[in-house]
């Protein structure tokens, strides 16, 4: 992934998450934390939503980060938006649960009890794929895996 996408990932807090239930589309903004290598995203959810049926029901998923506000507040020049494909993986291994509540909770404090009440599900976006967009014109997609000794993807 892109220098840039990954700064992107880590300077951000916030991202809309796509997810699709009885052919309709449905969006929510949601709180997020990256793990280390920025290859997985971690969110909580309500198991009482409608995104989290939906996710039971279709686990693909489109996550977008842009630089509306913090990125633009640190003078990072050209808007940034960065649109991840992928899956969710709702049952994480205990170890990878307790990273992702922790890194959760360092990014947002103020959501800790949610993020650790009984009804919430924390769960990881796993990275299909990415599109990075920079200004109007320059697009940068990556499939890992795709062959292409740079994974860049036509």
């Not at 650790?116 to 014109?137: C, K, P, S």
């Amino acid at each position: 992934m892109r220098t840039e996408a990954i700064e992107l990932i880590r300077l951000e807090r916030l991202c809309v998450l796509a997810t699709a239930g009885d052919g309709l589309p449905h969006c929510s903004l949601m709180s997020y934390a990256a793990s280390e290598d920025c290859r997985r995203l971690y969110l909580a959810s309500s198991r009482n939503t409608r995104k989290y049926r939906n996710l039971l029901a279709n686990p693909r998923v489109s996550v977008l980060i842009d630089s509306r506000q913090t990125g633009a507040a640190a003078g990072l020049g050209a808007v940034m938006a960065l649109t991840i494909r992928g899956s969710i993986v709702m049952s994480l291994a205990d170890a990878e649960r307790k990273e992702a509540e922790k890194l959760l909770i360092q990014g947002h404090p103020g959501l800790a009890d949610f993020f650790r009440a009984a009804g919430t599900e924390i769960m990881a976006v796993g990275i299909d794929e990415v599109q990075f967009l920079t200004g109007l014109t320059e697009i940068y997609r990556r499939r890992p895996g795709s062959g292409r000794p740079d994974g860049t993807v036509p």
